[in-house]
């Protein structure tokens, strides 16, 4: 098997160390469908970083982001002499069969080194979850056709010859969740300011009102939970991080926490979000799909909720490099391997 990334005209470190600079004149802005639909762009060297979210989000910190992200590149550049060759940023107006066409052609090249890795991404059934529910029809209907354009891809890698290892991963699951609260009854805007809005409200307070909402937010509430940074459970494996504000509240399954002028600007669209992730990963309604298969896997095995955070050691020793180190468990996914 070729090393991972390697190029397909055996030149291996032309690329090398050629990383330039983040481009913040990249830096934009669209609108596309209401609050969900700001995107900050950066684009660093040939990367190019797509962010979107909160209307609180600070450009500054996605900035400081995408250069901590151009760093970490220059860095893997130093030590390993490339970059991936092949690539295409993500568009979500590439129709699906177009972007299973690019990946057969990169894969089933008959001449040359093949890719040891290629990530797709396919959009539609988290957006779909989000607008209609997680169990809606229009749900189904995205998981058919993501389902058809695996099997596209599928049958043009057979059809070449290529038989591959294919995982199948969602990032999170998705709820039903149709009940919204003001973020505004959680504090107020001259108590703290809102850092992440949702499913997991991140507040930092104002000066003057750290006692108060120490003393105010920490522990149970009707819908919601709050914890002080530091006791946040350690099986959330979250709070240790500078960037986490001091105060974390966790929204029960089915509730929405956002600014009122955003409920009411969306009640007046008559546009309510269906669906949501970022509750407790231990709801079932949280957890993710992953199947695997190809010559590396066991068939027919079923096996026990692990994280999904294990997928990367397994991604790692399937295409032959070390792991860095993090919280992936890689014992969890060997029972899955024909040797383990
Ligand atoms: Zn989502």
Same mark, same amino acid.
């Given at each position: 098997m070729p090393p991972p990334f390697h190029g397909d005209h055996g030149d291996r470190h032309l690329h090398r160390g050629r990383i330039d600079p983040v481009q913040v004149d990249g830096l934009g802005q669209a609108q596309e469908g209401g609050d969900r639909g700001t995107r900050h762009v950066l684009r660093a060297g040939g990367i190019e970083v797509v962010l979107g979210g909160a209307a609180h989000a600070a450009v500054d910190d996605f900035r400081r982001t995408v250069e901590a992200l151009a760093e970490l590149l220059r860095r893997a550049v130093a030590e390993h002499g490339e970059l991936p060759r092949q690539g295409q940023a993500f568009d979500a107006n590439i129709p699906l069969d177009e972007r299973v066409e690019r990946v057969a052609a990169w894969v089933a090249t008959p001449q040359g080194p093949r890719p040891g890795l290629v990530a797709m991404y396919f959009e539609m059934v988290d957006g779909a979850g989000h607008d209609h529910g997680p169990g809606s029809e229009q749900a189904r209907a995205a998981i058919r056709t993501v389902d058809a354009a695996i099997g596209q891809l599928l049958a043009r890698l057979e059809a070449a010859g290529v038989v591959p290892n294919v995982v199948v991963v969602s990032d999170h699951g998705m709820a039903d969740a149709r009940n919204f609260l003001a973020v505004e009854d959680i504090a107020a805007m001259e108590e703290a300011e809102v850092v992440s809005i949702g499913q997991v409200?991140?507040?930092?307070?104002?000066?003057? +009102?750290?006692?108060?909402?120490?003393?105010?937010?920490?522990?149970?509430?009707? %819908? +919601?939970?709050?914890?002080?940074?530091? *006791? &946040?459970?350690?099986? =959330?494996? +979250?709070?240790?991080?500078? #960037?986490?504000? @001091? &105060?974390?509240?966790?929204?029960?399954?089915?509730?929405?926490? =956002? $600014?009122?002028?955003? &409920?009411?600007? *969306?009640?007046?669209?008559? #546009? *309510?979000?269906?669906?949501?992730?970022? +509750? !407790?990963? !231990?709801?079932?309604?949280?957890?993710?799909?992953?199947?695997?298969?190809?010559?590396?896997? *066991?068939?027919? =095995?079923?096996?026990?909720?692990? !994280?999904?955070?294990?997928?990367?050691?397994?991604?790692? #020793?399937?295409?032959?490099? %070390?792991?860095? @180190?993090?919280?992936?468990? $890689?014992?969890?996914?060997?029972?899955?391997? %024909?040797? @383990?």
């Open positions: 409200i991140g507040l930092v307070p104002r000066a003057g +009102y750290g006692d108060v909402l120490r003393a105010r937010l920490p522990g149970r509430h009707a %819908q +919601y939970q709050c914890w002080e940074k530091e *006791r &946040i459970p350690a099986r =959330l494996h +979250y709070g240790s991080h500078p #960037r986490i504000p @001091p &105060i974390v509240c966790q929204m029960d399954e089915g509730w929405n926490a =956002l $600014p009122r002028a955003m &409920i009411e600007r *969306r009640n007046a669209e008559g #546009r *309510r979000d269906a669906g949501a992730h970022g +509750y !407790d990963p !231990d709801l079932p309604s949280m957890r993710a799909v992953f199947l695997a298969h190809g010559p590396a896997f *066991r068939r027919g =095995l079923r096996l026990p909720v692990f !994280d999904n955070v294990d997928v990367y050691p397994l991604l790692a #020793r399937l295409v032959g490099v %070390q792991p860095q @180190p993090g919280d992936g468990n $890689p014992q969890t996914l060997l029972p899955a391997l %024909q040797a @383990p």
